[in-house]
């Protein structure tokens, strides 16, 4: 079933367990204190440069194409969850005990994404910060503001968030879906547009559009973070009950522009 070469990361007492279509991915109960994760990706193994999926090659501009259908325990799990692509930008590893080397750096993304109240996952003001959302980000590795904006953070977190604004580009949009049922998905990743498709029906065309290499990932887990439009900041793990997403017929496909 796995001919996408997609690999397995969980927490204690996490599961991600094969289907006869597809994966359930599932997270146990739990206190505040403690992360619970269930994830499969493309990319855990690789450093960020070597990522498998890119919008463009020295001779051709590339369209990736992310296509399943899915369900979930709730409407209401507490912590995030979803499928997309994107460049795994918050870890920090210095490539010890046979873990790629990878730096922080500003997120990359495009994908269908839910997320509690508790979090707040958007830099502009205009944009839902939870819900179940279609996102997307473009972002430089490096940009001069961000010296400013990391010396700001200590006097005004409202003025740090909205200097990372300015260099973040995002785009997205609520969806208004039961996402208890089963429905289809499908996003379509390329140099100067991601399109977004529920049940076949476009939901989002954008032209904020990653920056590549990036990684499929398909996750759950009880974590939150927040940025507020007031300027709060805060980040950390939700209790709750035993949680599952289930996804089947996974295509993953790659195709000229």
Do not use: C
């Not at 430089?140 to 400013?148: K, S």
Request: glycine share 8%.
């Amino acid at each position: 079933m796995n001919k996408y070469r997609l690999l397995t990361r969980i927490s204690k007492g996490a599961s991600v367990a094969e289907t006869a279509r597809g994966y359930r991915l599932t997270i146990p109960a739990s206190r505040q204190f403690g992360y619970r994760l269930a994830q499969l990706d493309d990319y855990s193994d690789l450093t960020r440069p070597n990522f498998p999926h890119r919008s463009l090659t020295p001779s051709t501009a590339l369209r990736t194409s992310l296509s399943l259908r899915a369900r979930a325990s709730s409407d209401s799990i507490p912590g995030t969850w979803g499928f997309g692509v994107w460049n795994d930008p918050f870890i920090f590893s210095l490539g010890l005990g046979g873990v790629p080397f990878r730096l922080p750096t500003l997120p990359n993304a495009a994908w269908f994404f839910g997320a509690s109240p508790q979090n707040h996952l958007s830099f502009r003001d205009d944009r839902p910060g939870h819900g179940f959302l279609v996102q997307t980000f473009r972002a430089p590795m490096l940009h001069p503001i961000l010296v400013p904006a990391a010396l700001a953070m200590p006097f005004s977190r409202k003025t740090t968030r909205r200097m990372l604004g300015r260099v973040i580009e995002e785009d997205g949009t609520a969806l208004s879906v039961d996402v208890t049922q089963w429905h289809g998905y499908r996003l379509e990743w390329s140099p100067k547009r991601v399109l977004f498709e529920l049940d076949d029906v476009t939901v989002l065309e954008t032209s904020v559009s990653p920056r590549g290499p990036l990684g499929v990932v398909i996750w759950i887990d009880n974590q939150f973070a927040a940025f507020t439009p007031e300027g709060k900041l805060a980040f950390g793990f939700l209790e709750g009950n035993e949680e599952w997403i289930e996804i089947e017929d996974i295509e993953i496909t790659k195709s000229p522009e």
